[in-house]
């Protein structure tokens, strides 16, 4: 991901397969929505709610916060309002997606969170 953070960085999209990733830029850094990566990488049919699930389910079996991992950022939604919502830089974006490997729930396995 080695590419120049533009001057306006705010509420810029990338595409990953089909899906969009909302990503913003902080302090020369990209960061990206927890929620639209779980999508792009999951066949959840709500991936809040994955995000929310894979949290809990991580914090019982081994005391890590995921949510430590994230900033809260404010990105645009599908109704065109501006959300705080968890982002990830690409530091962090590999534990989390290491969680979702761990999960197994990835594209491509029929399961559903």
């Known amino acids: 991901m080695g590419e120049e953070l533009p001057k306006d960085a705010?509420?810029?999209m990338i595409v990953f397969g089909a899906k969009t990733i909302r990503r913003k830029g902080?302090?020369?850094q990209w960061f990206f929505s927890v929620v639209d990566i779980i999508a792009a990488l999951t066949d959840s049919a709500n991936p809040r709610n994955?995000?929310?699930?894979?949290?809990?389910?991580?914090?019982?079996?081994?005391?890590?916060?995921l949510s430590t991992f994230c900033v809260q950022l404010k990105l645009t939604a599908s109704d065109g309002?501006?959300?705080n919502t968890a982002c990830v830089n690409t530091e962090a974006a590999f534990p989390t997606l290491a969680e979702l490997?761990?999960?197994r729930k990835i594209v491509g396995t029929g399961c559903r969170a």
């Open 10 to 12: 705010s509420g810029t």
């Open 50 to 65: 994955y995000w929310n699930m894979l949290k809990s389910r991580e914090a019982k079996s081994s005391g890590v916060q």
């Open 26 to 28: 902080v302090d020369e």
């Open 101 to 103: 490997t761990a999960d």
């Open 81 to 83: 309002k501006a959300y």
